[in-house]
Nanobody
């Protein structure tokens, strides 16, 4: 089993920065990709950022230019650097790790989430 664990959430004023970390524990031999999702109260969960095994990155339009996703492959760890934070960024942030189990199939493993609160 793969268990991602998030850390780095907290409370920050608008315009400030936070860095989230997600370390994937367990027996991991390969990773297809890693990403960050978020869910605000009363809203559906949405994709924030994603990074593939080749290093290609994707961002939601609402965070592009402010957030940066990166990884340390040897540690099975993915980061989300969040700058110029806005109150609308307030949400629970979830890490997901996609792991192959054969040449044509893979599974998603989700973290428990970490709260990010941005005050006005």
């Amino acid at each position: 089993q793969v268990q991602p664990v998030e850390s780095g959430g907290g409370v920050v004023q608008a315009g400030g920065s936070l860095r989230l970390s997600c370390a994937a524990s367990g027996s991991i031999f390969d990773i297809n990709g890693q990403g960050w999702y978020r869910q605000a109260p009363g809203k559906q969960r949405e994709l924030v950022a994603y990074i593939t095994s080749t290093g290609n990155t994707m961002y939601a339009n609402s965070v592009k230019g402010r957030f940066t996703i990166s990884r340390e492959n040897a540690k099975n760890t993915v980061y989300l650097q969040m700058n110029s934070l806005k109150p609308e960024d307030t949400a629970v942030y979830y890490c997901v790790v996609n792991v192959p189990y054969d040449s044509n199939n893979s599974k998603d493993f989700w973290g428990q989430g970490t709260q990010v609160t941005v005050s006005s």
